[in-house]
């Protein structure tokens, strides 16, 4: 089956401007997690959406936000870019029923800011 | 907050030696995964061990989940070059949230 996608690949934005990053989940799966991942901080939790909730919120002001599809497909919008939102973000799809089930990660969008 | 250390940072073998990278916390996981995460790719789920004390084995790859559930290992035995990459430990602590550590970078050299 058709594993995690997100588009774009690569991103280059201008500090003020804001973005939209796409993923589309494994078919099925109801769960999508957001990550940030930089060299100085490794993955850190943006937020989790479960069929159409917002059902977690990782430690990120206010500027990232996200929404879930009834298609289960996940946006996450960063406003007001700084220079240090530069990173790539990921995403995960799971089936969402349980904590402890393992994620398939999308091969993340790579976001530079100048 | 619920770290998670890993050890060591960094690791170089030649290749047919073994190898452990240990995934130390203070706090008790539902869970342990371990992921593998190549360069410009998203990490890729290994295995997930949930019972304390649990021994899984993949191939060449051992995982080991500590009797508290607060520490697990990886052992690879005889490494390849294709086991070359960001090795990470990630604790679940609730919906979709991972808590990741830092990572072992391995490099495995013919």
């Known amino acids: 089956k058709a594993g995690v996608t997100q588009t774009p690949r690569y991103l280059i934005k201008t500090r003020g401007q804001q973005v939209t990053l796409s993923c589309s989940p494994i078919s099925g799966h109801r769960s999508v997690s957001w990550y940030q991942q930089t060299p100085g901080q490794g993955l850190q939790f943006l937020f989790e959406y479960f069929s159409e909730t917002q059902r977690n919120k990782g430690n990120f002001p206010g500027r990232f936000s996200g929404r879930q599809f009834s298609n289960s497909r996940s946006e996450m919008n960063v406003s007001t870019l700084e220079l240090g939102d530069s990173a790539l973000y990921l995403c995960?799809?799971?089936?969402?029923?349980?904590?402890?089930?393992?994620?398939?990660f999308g091969s993340g969008t790579r976001l530079t800011v100048v | 907050t619920q770290l998670l250390e890993q050890s060591p940072q960094f690791l170089s073998i030649q290749e047919g030696e073994n190898l452990t990278v240990y995934c130390n916390s203070s706090s008790v996981f539902s869970s342990l995964q371990w992921y593998r995460q190549e360069p410009g790719e998203g990490p890729v789920l290994l295995v997930t061990?949930?019972?304390?004390?649990e021994v899984k084995k993949l191939k060449r790859l051992t995982f080991q989940f500590g009797d508290a559930r607060k520490d697990s290992s990886l052992h690879i035995t005889a490494a390849q070059p294709g086991d070359t990459g960001l090795y990470l430990c990630a604790g679940a602590i609730s919906w979709g949230k991972l808590q990741f550590g830092a990572g072992t970078q391995v490099v495995v050299t013919p």
């Open positions: 061990v949930v019972t304390g004390g």
């Open positions: 995960a799809s799971s089936s969402g029923r349980a904590t402890n089930y393992g994620y398939t």
